[in-house]
C-alpha cells in the first residue's frame, strides 16, 4: 500500500503542475490548474476513459491514507496564511468594512440559493432529506468564499497588501468561521435535532479563543523572543509551533469547525515578525502549497459523479452558476460600497468574494458525508467551485481594476 501511495502522489503532482502551467500560460493563477486536476483525475475524466486503469490506481481502500495527507497540507498552509495576516491601518474601520462585506455576500446569495432551490430539490436532493435541510445546505454551499484559496490568488497576484485584497481575505475569514457554525447547526438539525453538537461547538470556540489569545499568545512571543530573536527558530522551537498548531487544529475538528481554522487561528496568536514569516514560508508553506494541497484537490475530483453531466444538470448547474455569482458580486459589492470604497473597488472586492475554491470543496464532503446532497450535487458545486475561481481574474479585469502604484509596489515587495 506505500508504494502506492507513493505513485498515487507522484500521478498527482504531475498532472497538477501540468495543469497549472497550463493556466498559467492563459493568465489564470496556477491553484485553478490544481483544482481542475482533480476534476480530470477524477471518475468523470480519468475514470471515464480508462476505468480499469483508474480503479487500480485509486482503490477505495487507499483514500484515508490520501486524506490524511491533504489535511495535514492544508492545516500547514492555513497556519503560515494566519501568522502573514496583519492588521492594517486604521484596523477598527477595517473590522466594520470586512462584517459588512461578509454579511452582505453570505446573505444575498443565501436568500438567492433558498429562492431556486425548490426546482432542484426533487431531482438532486437524497432521497429521504426534505427540502429545508437541502435548501439550507444549498444556501451555505453558495455563500462560502474560498479563504485558502482566495489568499493564494491574492499571493499570486501579488496584491494580498492592497486595501482591496485585505478587506476581501478578512471579510472572507469571517464569512467563513460563520458559515461553519451555521453548518453544523444544520448538521446537529439533519441528525435528529441534537443541539449538544452545537452547544458544544459554540462553546468551545470560545474557549479555545480564550486559550490562545489569553494563554498561548504571550507563551509563544516570549519562546521565540527568548530562543528565536533573528526570526529563525531552531529545530526544537520549530517543533514547538508546530504542537501548538496541531494542537488547536485538532481542537476546531474536534469542534465541528473543520481543522484549518484552529490552524489559521494559531497563526495569528504569533507576533508579527516578518523574519519569522520568511522562515516559515521557506520551511513549511512550500512543502504544503507544492506537495500537500493538490492531493486534496485530488480526492475531491475522486468524489464527483459522472451521472451530474446530463440534461437536467447542465441546467441545474447554469441556474446555481448564475445565482452564486450575482449573489457573491452584488452583495460583496455592496458592503464594499456601504464602506466608502469606489465602485471599481466595490465591485474588485466582490469579484474577490466570488472564488469559492477550496472551501466550497470542504462545505461539500461535510454535506456529502452528512447525506444532504449526492454525488451529482457534489459535483455540480466542484465544477460551480472550479468556475466561480476561474472567473476571479476575468472579473477584475471587466471592472478595470488595478492595484494603486504605492500598493503594488508594496505587494510586490512582499511577493515571493
Not at 465541528?256 to 513549511?284: K, Q, W, Y
Request: glycine content about 12%; aromatic content about 6%; proline content about 5%.
Amino acid at each position: 500500500m506505500t508504494g502506492l501511495l507513493l505513485l498515487q502522489i507522484a500521478v498527482i503532482l504531475v498532472v497538477a503542475r501540468l495543469c497549472g502551467l497550463l493556466l498559467a500560460r492563459l493568465g489564470q493563477p496556477p491553484v485553478i490548474g490544481e483544482m481542475a486536476a482533480g476534476l480530470l483525475l477524477g471518475p468523470v475524466v480519468f475514470g471515464a476513459a480508462l476505468p480499469d486503469l483508474h480503479a487500480a490506481l485509486f482503490p477505495a481502500a487507499s483514500l484515508p491514507a490520501l486524506s490524511a495527507l491533504a489535511t495535514l497540507g492544508l492545516v500547514l498552509f492555513m497556519f503560515v496564511i494566519g501568522a502573514e495576516l496583519r492588521a492594517p491601518d486604521g484596523a477598527r474601520a477595517q473590522v466594520v468594512a470586512a462584517t459588512r462585506v461578509a454579511g452582505l455576500s453570505a446573505l444575498l446569495p443565501f436568500a438567492l440559493a433558498l429562492a431556486v432551490a425548490p426546482l432542484l430539490h426533487g431531482t438532486l436532493a437524497p432521497a429521504g432529506i426534505g427540502f429545508w435541510p437541502f435548501a439550507l445546505f444549498l444556501g451555505v454551499a453558495l455563500a462560502v468564499t474560498a479563504f485558502p484559496v482566495l489568499a493564494r490568488i491574492l499571493k499570486d497576484r501579488r496584491l494580498q497588501h492592497t486595501r482591496v485584497g485585505r478587506l476581501a481575505l478578512s471579510a472572507a475569514a469571517l464569512l467563513d468561521v460563520a458559515a461553519w457554525i451555521v453548518l453544523a447547526l444544520l448538521v446537529a438539525l439533519t441528525d435528529g435535532g441534537d443541539w449538544t453538537t452545537l452547544l458544544r461547538t459554540l462553546a468551545g470556540l470560545a474557549l479555545l479563543l480564550a486559550v490562545v489569545y489569553g494563554g498561548l499568545r504571550p507563551l509563544y512571543a516570549w519562546l521565540l523572543h527568548r530562543h528565536a530573536h533573528d526570526g529563525r527558530p531552531s529545530g526544537t522551537v520549530l517543533a514547538a509551533l508546530l504542537v501548538g498548531l496541531f494542537a488547536c487544529a485538532a481542537a476546531t475538528e474536534w469542534l465541528h469547525l473543520h481543522a484549518v481554522f484552529g490552524a489559521f487561528l494559531f497563526g495569528t496568536c504569533l507576533p508579527r515578525d516578518d523574519r519569522l514569516l520568511h522562515s516559515l514560508v521557506e520551511r513549511i508553506e512550500h512543502l504544503a502549497l507544492v506537495l500537500l494541497m493538490p492531493v486534496f484537490f485530488a480526492l475531491a475530483g475522486l468524489g464527483t459523479s459522472t451521472g451530474a453531466f446530463t440534461a437536467a444538470g447542465f441546467g441545474a448547474l447554469l441556474l446555481v452558476l448564475l445565482v452564486a455569482v450575482l449573489g457573491k458580486v452584488a452583495g460583496g459589492g455592496l458592503g464594499a460600497r456601504w464602506s466608502g470604497l469606489s465602485t471599481r473597488d466595490s465591485l474588485a472586492v466582490g469579484s474577490l468574494m466570488n472564488a469559492r475554491g477550496l472551501m466550497e470543496l470542504i462545505v461539500m464532503k461535510v454535506g456529502l458525508d452528512a447525506g444532504l446532497i449526492g454525488p451529482e450535487m457534489f459535483t455540480l458545486l466542484l465544477v460551480l467551485a472550479i468556475a466561480t475561481t476561474l472567473m476571479t481574474g476575468p472579473l477584475l479585469a471587466l471592472c478595470g481594476w488595478r492595484a494603486s502604484p504605492v500598493e503594488a509596489d508594496a505587494g510586490s515587495g512582499a511577493g515571493r
